[in-house]
């Protein structure tokens, strides 16, 4: 028999789940498919690059295949947010619009091309559905491939 872990360690298993969350917190982050864009936007603290400074950086957030991920949008130019998490991928998860929760977190990058596609299709189908003002109206897939993309998995607080 196992005993649960809460070293903290890299159990990309359980860290993607939201079991161990508080069910009003997971239900912030389990959010409706047709949930606008002030739903889906979060800070996230993460180590600079250079200074190893903290950094807050407003972003959004998206749940695919049941799991959560951070993601530039369109055009898929370099993004600070993205760059301080591929040297610092330990951060804060800062739910901000309803729920305030700050979250420990893990970011991995997604670079398997066929994950990529089909998180991003995902996405895409997701932000196609109709939405109140103000929410992005992706136009294509083939607009977004190139964006960056990070999976997220919470951590047990130690």
């Given amino acids: 028999m196992r005993t649960p872990d809460t070293t903290g360690s890299n159990d990309s298993a359980r860290d993607a789940s939201l079991s161990h969350l508080p069910v009003h917190i997971r239900r912030a982050i389990e959010i409706t498919p047709a949930a606008g864009t002030g739903e889906r936007i979060i800070d996230i603290t993460t180590l600079g ?14 749940r695919a ?70 929410t992005i109206r992706p136009t294509r897939l083939e607009d977004w491939a190139d964006s960056r993309l990070m999976r997220i998995g919470f951590r047990h607080r130690p």
């Fill in 49 to 62: 690059r250079r200074t190893g400074r903290a950094r807050r950086i407003e972003i959004f957030f998206y």
């Fill in 65 to 134: 295949a049941g799991t959560t991920y951070l993601c530039s949008g369109a055009g898929g130019a370099a993004t600070d947010w993205h760059a301080n998490l591929l040297a610092h991928p330990t951060f804060t998860f800062h739910l901000k619009n309803g729920i305030r929760a700050d979250l420990p977190a893990q970011a991995t990058p997604v670079t398997d091309p066929a994950e990529r596609r089909a998180v991003l299709a995902e996405i895409m189908a997701d932000l196609n559905r109709p939405h109140g003002p103000g």
